[in-house]
């Protein structure tokens, strides 16, 4: 159940590009073909493991937002890393890209890592946006760049390990304050001293039934 | 001073001299100067006795000032002072409350004040994305009346209020780091105002739950002591609600940040609280609480939500926590009642949490279960009605997709263990169903009708259970005694249970029925109930139940009893009741506002005794049952007519192919009626939108007309008396009306020209007196510099209305 690390993240891009489905492959290992308004998974979280330490991943899909691209520069500031996802089907969803990064670097804090991804690679027939030009379009904006598939869960577990690795990496260098809750980050309970004790016995409770996620 | 203002007043013709100026008069002068005055000092006063009048002429000062308040927030926005002025006037105009003082001040209407000020002030939202900027400035004079005017703006148009802040950039962000705000008074107004943003819009309780409002919320509980705090800490409670109302994501979220492990330790109760008793405040702060439990558990929500969360709160003894606060003692009755109906949910159709509740006993000698307890305060007339509905329901959630849970209960019942000499839980139900209190009889047929709810095994088991009516009478069987109860009492609310009861026992168990239709008169009731053409209030839902469990009867009879078969009861139902009246009576129930109430939400909804009829789970059945039951009288009839498809004589051949036409006929027209009806919503949508149109048109025309009065007020345009009369009397003669008219709006032409100019004048004369008051101020300073003393008369008239006003 403990973490030493928090990080919150936000997954972007235009309607349709497959974040719902990447936020559920990630989070239950399963994909929704049908679209599924109904199940409205909009949060998801999930305990990884970098470098032996625990880190919980706490991650807002944007749905139904794309419209009101105002509601989503709220979560920018708050977020330690970003998914900025593309579907290789559509190069309408590759030519709003730039409009995407604009935003997210206008809202967010200069450290915010943000992962470029073109989603549903397993579509190759269909396929519009070659994947050198996202590596171009990657490159040319300092991103990390990575094609997955949430239908087959190709490279869906990399992206977003991948982007806590860098995350974690800047916590390292000393880029990121940690202290300051607004990067999205958040220090576990008994790695910070200045943790508020909870009231009461501090009985830790949930030891039971542990690995709910 | 004095000299000079009537001196003015005699110029411009205004009221006799020695009289007041008029609160409107003073207020646009006030306003000149907000907008004219170079001095920042002078704007300063201005905007201060604004805020003094803004009270008492709040219509004035709304529709003369509005645009030069918002233009001060724009060009003195570095003046902490002046700000504060600004927004504390507008605070005052746009507030949902009506002042005391308006009532002296000048004009009144009738219209919500407050709220046409808001609309005008957020017809432009830059407003309040400029309002939302001075939430970061530090300084106290103008963080908090911020905080103020934006709560009252979000009073009165909560809707516009909240789209405007959800796309304005970083403004729920702002909102939010007022949480941290040291000054309480701050903090506490900021939480008010987050409680109102967050009422009932998803989006904005997704970004307030994401700017960690949890771990802030909790944290302004713990520093207010918890449960033991004051209205802060509800305060905190009621925002939280707000956020997971309905909300999954949020609920997601509070879940997988370990908040549910933060709650149980806030029920710690003290060990002398028999001495310091419950006050007020933290009654209302449980109540909170619990209702955050059950807002995460909801019935309502996803199941998968709810079973984790379920099972979280046993993981972090919530449950455990919970269970003690049924068992304490001295409990106030709102709390223990609330806390049940917690319980219920935390375990509802959760087996590990029902096998614990299961476990709990109460601390009395010998030591008795929980369940054994609360039962035993359903079946008591003395304990409070909603306890008693609260005690039901969470016996329904235990028992709620509980097989085992089910058997215990009626393993209770069955002869072979009836040897323990403890109350059962059985025993106190079958007790509960037969005695004289009908709530108790209501509430126990119900109890018992959930330990067979889709459990086939159980309805067996309880055929066999028996009753030893009166001492060395035989042993009736239950089902026996429930079949002649329901004929013998009474009491509506008794039968409505027991038929219930019998219900859900029968569906689906042929053995059931066919025990019940040996009950002698049993079916003889039901028939006669069935087809009474007469009823008393609600007694068509009584009619309509017997309905039903003929239905039942016919539904699921196996052909045993020799009198009663399938065929049998077909005929008896429709010879004596008639096909139509008896589908009728079977919508009767449906159609009852009751069953509406009950099929709403698995918890029970009343307020007082005579609510409660129908329950939850009954409906449910009764809407899977109704349509097989009239679909087998309907086969029934067609078997007993011998008529089927293949047997048709070539004269009901030539009847079905007229019949095909008359559907095919009532179809065509069924299509026409359709497009008729597209046509006639399209025009519905046209006519809508130039509704709307003119709505807005009106919504304009009205704050002119707000605008329009205020300066009537402020006399700026001429009286109308003379032309009333006129009107009045002037039926006959149009013409002369006409050239009168003409005439008046000559002389109101000339009036307005006249007006103007003396207006012009007024401009130069207060040049002058600008003028000759600087000059008389450097007189002044010269005479002091010569030595001379003199009075220092305030230096201007504006102060001191501000200073009368203040007192
Ligand atoms: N073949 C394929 N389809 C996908 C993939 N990801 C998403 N989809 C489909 O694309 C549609 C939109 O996905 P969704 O996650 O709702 O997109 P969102 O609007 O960005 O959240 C759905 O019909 C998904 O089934 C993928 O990797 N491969
Ligand atoms: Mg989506």
Same mark, same amino acid.
């Given at each position: 159940?403990?973490?030493?690390?928090?990080?919150?993240?936000?997954?972007?891009?235009?309607?349709?590009?497959?974040?719902?489905?990447?936020?559920?492959? =990630?989070?239950?290992?399963?994909?929704?073909?049908?679209?599924?308004?109904?199940?409205?998974?909009? =949060?998801?979280?999930?305990?990884?493991?970098?470098?032996?330490?625990?880190?919980?991943?706490?991650?807002?899909?944007?749905?139904?937002?794309?419209? =009101?691209?105002?509601?989503?520069?709220?979560?920018?500031?708050?977020?330690?890393?970003?998914?900025?996802?593309?579907?290789?089907?559509?190069?309408?969803?590759?030519?709003?890209?730039?409009?995407?990064?604009?935003?997210?670097?206008?809202?967010?804090?200069?450290?915010?890592?943000?992962?470029?991804?073109?989603?549903?690679?397993?579509?190759?027939?269909?396929?519009?946006?070659?994947?050198?030009?996202?590596?171009?379009?990657?490159?040319?904006?300092?991103?990390?760049?990575?094609?997955?598939?949430?239908?087959?869960?190709?490279?869906?577990?990399?992206?977003?390990?991948?982007?806590?690795?860098?995350?974690?990496?800047?916590?390292?260098?000393?880029?990121?304050?940690?202290?300051?809750?607004?990067?999205?980050?958040?220090?576990?309970?008994?790695?910070?001293?200045?943790?508020?004790?909870?009231?009461?016995?501090?009985?830790?409770?949930?030891?039971?039934?542990?690995?709910?996620? | 001073?004095?000299?000079?203002?009537?001196?003015?007043?005699?110029?411009?013709?205004?009221?006799?001299?020695?009289? %007041?100026?008029?609160?409107?008069?003073?207020?646009?002068?006030?306003?000149?100067?907000?907008?004219?005055?170079?001095?920042?000092?002078?704007?300063?006063?201005?905007?201060?006795?604004?805020?003094?009048?803004?009270?008492?002429?709040?219509?004035?000062?709304?529709?003369?000032?509005?645009?030069? &308040?918002?233009?001060?927030?724009?060009?003195?926005?570095?003046?902490?002072?002046?700000?504060?002025?600004?927004?504390?006037?507008?605070?005052?105009?746009?507030?949902?409350?009506?002042?005391?003082?308006?009532?002296?001040?000048?004009?009144?209407?009738?219209?919500?004040?407050?709220?046409?000020?808001?609309?005008?002030?957020?017809?432009?939202?830059?407003?309040?994305?400029?309002?939302?900027?001075?939430?970061?400035?530090?300084?106290?004079?103008?963080?908090?009346?911020?905080?103020?005017?934006?709560?009252?703006?979000?009073?009165?148009?909560?809707?516009?209020?909240?789209?405007?802040?959800?796309?304005? *950039?970083?403004?729920?962000?702002?909102?939010?780091?007022?949480?941290?705000?040291?000054?309480?008074?701050?903090?506490?107004?900021?939480?008010?105002?987050?409680?109102?943003?967050?009422?009932?819009?998803?989006?904005?309780?997704?970004?307030?739950?994401?700017?960690?409002?949890?771990?802030?919320?909790?944290?302004?509980?713990?520093?207010?002591?918890?449960?033991?705090?004051?209205?802060?800490?509800?305060?905190? &409670?009621?925002?939280?609600?707000?956020?997971?109302?309905? @909300?999954?994501?949020?609920?997601?979220?509070?879940?997988?940040?370990?908040?549910?492990?933060?709650?149980?330790?806030?029920?710690?109760?003290?060990?002398?609280?028999?001495?310091?008793?419950?006050?007020?405040?933290?009654?209302?702060?449980?109540?909170?609480?619990? %209702?955050?439990?059950?807002?995460?558990?909801?019935?309502?929500?996803?199941?998968?939500?709810?079973?984790?969360?379920?099972?979280?709160?046993?993981?972090?003894?919530?449950?455990?926590?919970?269970?003690?606060?049924?068992?304490?003692?001295?409990?106030?009755?709102?709390?223990?009642?609330?806390?049940?109906?917690?319980?219920?949910?935390?375990?509802?159709?959760?087996?590990?949490?029902?096998?614990?509740?299961?476990?709990? @006993?109460?601390?009395?000698?010998?030591?008795? *279960? #929980?369940?054994?307890?609360?039962?035993?305060?359903?079946?008591?007339?003395?304990?409070?009605?909603?306890?008693?509905?609260?005690?039901?329901?969470?016996?329904?959630?235990?028992?709620?997709?509980?097989?085992?849970?089910?058997?215990?209960?009626?393993?209770?019942?069955? *002869?072979?263990?009836?040897?323990?000499?403890?109350?059962?839980?059985?025993?106190?139900?079958?007790?509960?169903?037969?005695?004289?209190?009908?709530?108790?009889?209501?509430?126990?047929?119900? #109890?018992?009708?959930?330990?067979?709810?889709?459990?086939?095994?159980?309805?067996?088991?309880?055929?066999?259970?028996?009753?030893?009516?009166?001492?060395?009478?035989?042993?009736?069987?239950?089902?026996?005694?429930?079949?002649?109860?329901?004929?013998?009492?009474?009491?509506?609310?008794?039968?409505?249970?027991? &038929?219930?009861?019998?219900?859900?026992?029968?569906?689906?168990?042929?053995?059931?029925?066919?025990?019940?239709?040996?009950?002698?008169?049993?079916?003889?009731?039901?028939?006669?109930?069935?087809?009474?053409?007469?009823?008393?209030? @609600?007694?068509?839902?009584?009619?309509?139940?017997?309905?039903?469990?003929?239905?039942?009867?016919?539904?699921?009879?196996?052909?045993?009893?020799?009198?009663?078969?399938?065929?049998?009861?077909?005929?008896?139902?429709? /010879?004596?009741?008639?096909?139509?009246?008896?589908?009728?009576?079977?919508?009767?129930?449906?159609?009852?506002?009751?069953?509406?109430?009950?099929?709403?939400?698995?918890?029970?909804?009343?307020?007082?005794?005579?609510?409660?009829?129908?329950?939850?789970?009954?409906?449910?059945?009764? /809407?899977?049952?109704?349509?097989?039951?009239?679909?087998?009288?309907?086969? %029934?009839?067609?078997?007993?007519?011998?008529?089927?498809?293949?047997?048709?004589?070539?004269?009901?051949?030539?009847?079905?192919?007229?019949?095909?036409?008359?559907?095919?006929?009532?179809?065509?027209?069924?299509?026409?009626?359709?497009?008729?009806?597209?046509?006639?919503?399209?025009?519905?949508?046209?006519?809508?939108?130039?509704?709307?149109?003119?709505?807005?048109?009106?919504?304009?025309?009205?704050?002119?007309?707000?605008?329009? /009065?205020?300066?009537?007020?402020?006399?700026?345009?001429?009286?109308? *008396?003379?032309?009333?009369?006129?009107?009045?009397?002037?039926?006959?003669?149009?013409?002369?009306?006409?050239?009168?008219?003409? %005439?008046?709006?000559?002389?109101?032409?000339? /009036?307005?020209?006249?007006?103007?100019?003396?207006?012009?004048?007024?401009?130069?004369?207060?040049?002058?007196?600008?003028?000759?008051?600087?000059?008389?101020? #450097?007189?002044?300073?010269?005479?002091?510099?010569?030595?001379? @003393?003199?009075?220092?008369?305030?230096?201007?008239?504006?102060?001191?209305?501000?200073?009368?006003?203040?007192?």
């Amino acid at each position: 159940m403990s973490y030493a690390y928090l990080f919150k993240y936000i997954i972007i891009g235009d309607t349709g590009v497959g974040k719902s489905c990447l936020l559920l492959q =990630f989070t239950d290992k399963r994909f929704q073909p049908v679209h599924d308004l109904t199940i409205g998974v909009e =949060f998801g979280a999930r305990m990884i493991t970098i470098d032996g330490k625990q880190i919980k991943l706490q991650i807002w899909d944007t749905a139904g937002q794309e419209a =009101f691209r105002s509601i989503t520069r709220s979560y920018y500031r708050g977020a330690a890393g970003a998914l900025l996802v593309y579907d290789i089907t559509r190069r309408e969803t590759f030519n709003h890209l730039t409009t995407w990064l604009e935003d997210a670097r206008q809202h967010s804090n200069s450290n915010m890592v943000i992962m470029l991804i073109g989603n549903k690679s397993d579509l190759e027939s269909r396929r519009e946006v070659k994947k050198e030009e996202g590596e171009a379009f990657a490159r040319e904006h300092g991103l990390v760049f990575m094609e997955t598939s949430a239908k087959t869960a190709a490279n869906v577990e990399e992206a977003f390990i991948n982007t806590a690795r860098e995350i974690y990496e800047k916590i390292q260098e000393g880029v990121f304050d940690i202290n300051n809750e607004a990067n999205g980050i958040k220090i576990g309970p008994q790695h910070s001293p200045t943790n508020p004790s909870l009231p009461g016995t501090g009985g830790q409770g949930g030891s039971q039934g542990g690995g709910c996620c | 001073m004095e000299y000079l203002k009537s001196g003015l007043k005699s110029v411009l013709g205004g009221p006799q001299p020695g009289t %007041q100026p008029t609160g409107a008069e003073t207020v646009e002068k006030l306003v000149h100067r907000v907008t004219s005055s170079t001095l920042l000092e002078d704007r300063r006063n201005a905007c201060r006795a604004l805020k003094a009048l803004s009270k008492n002429y709040r219509l004035e000062v709304g529709a003369q000032g509005m645009d030069a &308040l918002r233009q001060t927030l724009e060009v003195d926005h570095a003046d902490c002072e002046i700000i504060g002025y600004c927004l504390d006037t507008l605070c005052n105009i746009t507030s949902v409350e009506n002042f005391e003082e308006e009532k002296e001040g000048g004009v009144r209407l009738n219209v919500n004040v407050g709220e046409q000020f808001t609309e005008m002030f957020i017809k432009n939202p830059d407003n309040v994305s400029l309002v939302l900027s001075f939430l970061e400035e530090y300084d106290f004079r103008v963080r908090w009346p911020a905080v103020k005017l934006l709560t009252s703006l979000l009073s009165n148009k909560p809707k516009d209020i909240q789209e405007i802040i959800l796309v304005s *950039p970083m403004g729920i962000s702002k909102l939010m780091d007022l949480l941290a705000d040291s000054r309480e008074v701050i903090r506490n107004d900021a939480l008010l105002l987050l409680i109102q943003l967050t009422k009932a819009n998803a989006n904005i309780q997704k970004i307030v739950a994401f700017e960690n409002a949890f771990d802030r919320l909790f944290e302004v509980m713990r520093e207010e002591g918890w449960l033991d705090g004051g209205i802060v800490v509800e305060d905190c &409670l009621l925002l939280m609600l707000n956020l997971l109302k309905n @909300n999954t994501s949020n609920i997601n979220f509070f879940k997988e940040g370990s908040y549910i492990q933060r709650l149980a330790p806030m029920f710690v109760i003290p060990e002398n609280i028999e001495e310091t008793g419950w006050s007020p405040q933290k009654v209302s702060n449980i109540h909170c609480v619990l %209702q955050l439990i059950r807002t995460l558990v909801s019935p309502h929500n996803p199941v998968q939500i709810t079973s984790v969360c379920q099972k979280n709160m046993r993981n972090a003894n919530l449950l455990e926590v919970l269970c003690g606060i049924l068992m304490e003692s001295g409990v106030p009755a709102d709390i223990l009642t609330e806390t049940i109906n917690t319980v219920a949910e935390v375990i509802r159709g959760n087996l590990n949490n029902q096998e614990y509740f299961c476990t709990v @006993n109460a601390p009395s000698n010998p030591p008795r *279960p #929980a369940i054994v307890v609360l039962l035993m305060s359903m079946v008591n007339e003395k304990q409070p009605f909603l306890l008693r509905c609260a005690v039901l329901y969470c016996f329904e959630c235990f028992l709620f997709k509980n097989e085992i849970g089910q058997q215990q209960v009626v393993q209770t019942l069955l *002869p072979s263990t009836n040897n323990n000499s403890s109350l059962t839980t059985g025993q106190l139900l079958c007790g509960g169903v037969f005695n004289l209190d009908p709530l108790s009889n209501w509430f126990s047929s119900v #109890a018992l009708s959930h330990t067979l709810i889709e459990n086939p095994a159980q309805k067996e088991q309880l055929l066999r259970v028996l009753l030893a009516t009166t001492l060395g009478t035989q042993p009736v069987s239950l089902l026996h005694q429930c079949a002649t109860f329901l004929q013998q009492t009474t009491k509506l609310q008794s039968k409505i249970g027991l &038929l219930m009861l019998l219900a859900t026992w029968m569906a689906h168990c042929p053995p059931a029925v066919s025990m019940f239709l040996n009950v002698p008169g049993a079916m003889a009731f039901l028939t006669a109930q069935s087809s009474a053409t007469e009823f008393d209030n @609600n007694e068509e839902v009584l009619q309509g139940m017997c309905a039903f469990l003929m239905g039942i009867c016919v539904v699921f009879n196996d052909n045993s009893v020799p009198n009663y078969s399938k065929e049998n009861l077909s005929q008896l139902i429709e /010879k004596r009741i008639g096909i139509e009246t008896y589908i009728s009576k079977l919508s009767d129930i449906s159609r009852n506002e009751m069953y509406a109430k009950a099929a709403k939400q698995p918890q029970l909804k009343a307020k007082y005794p005579n609510d409660l009829l129908l329950e939850f789970e009954f409906c449910k059945l009764f /809407k899977a049952l109704e349509s097989t039951i009239v679909k087998t009288l309907g086969a %029934q009839k067609q078997l007993s007519n011998g008529m089927t498809e293949l047997s048709l004589s070539e004269q009901e051949n030539g009847l079905l192919l007229q019949y095909k036409d008359v559907i095919r006929d009532q179809d065509r027209r069924l299509q026409e009626l359709q497009r008729e009806l597209s046509k006639v919503r399209a025009e519905h949508n046209d006519l809508h939108v130039q509704s709307e149109e003119i709505r807005i048109a009106n919504l304009q025309l009205q704050d002119e007309n707000t605008l329009l /009065k205020a300066q009537l007020s402020a006399g700026a345009v001429h009286p109308l *008396p003379d032309n009333v009369p006129l009107i009045e009397n002037g039926v006959g003669d149009d013409r002369d009306l006409l050239a009168k008219i003409k %005439q008046l709006e000559g002389e109101n032409l000339e /009036k307005d020209a006249e007006l103007e100019r003396l207006h012009k004048d007024q401009d130069d004369l207060l040049e002058l007196l600008t003028d000759q008051s600087s000059r008389l101020n #450097a007189f002044k300073a010269r005479l002091r510099e010569l030595g001379e @003393n003199i009075e220092d008369d305030d230096d201007s008239d504006v102060n001191s209305i501000d200073e009368n006003d203040v007192k």
